[in-house]
């Protein structure tokens, strides 16, 4: 879990078997990408309802790739204003 007000910078590949979750309440929380990052696993990327919790290059130019699967990307963002 990313605390608020963390940054937390990717690079490669990353095996998630669990979650990443970005748990901000008021200061910013980023997920930085660095160049390309692959996603695999299976796990989670879990935002809580916070504005400030981005998901950014680190510099430069960043890809998110999601290996295929049963939930290839599963987004939630916590908006339930539209329900």
Known sequence: ML???AVLTLTGTLDNRGTIALAGSGDPT???LSGAV???GGGALNL???PGNTITAAGGTATLIVATGSNPLAIDTGDKSNC
């Open 3 to 5: 605390s608020n007000g």
């Open 30 to 32: 980023t997920l930085a």
């Open 38 to 40: 692959q996603f695999e």
């Open 48 to 50: 809580s309802d916070e």
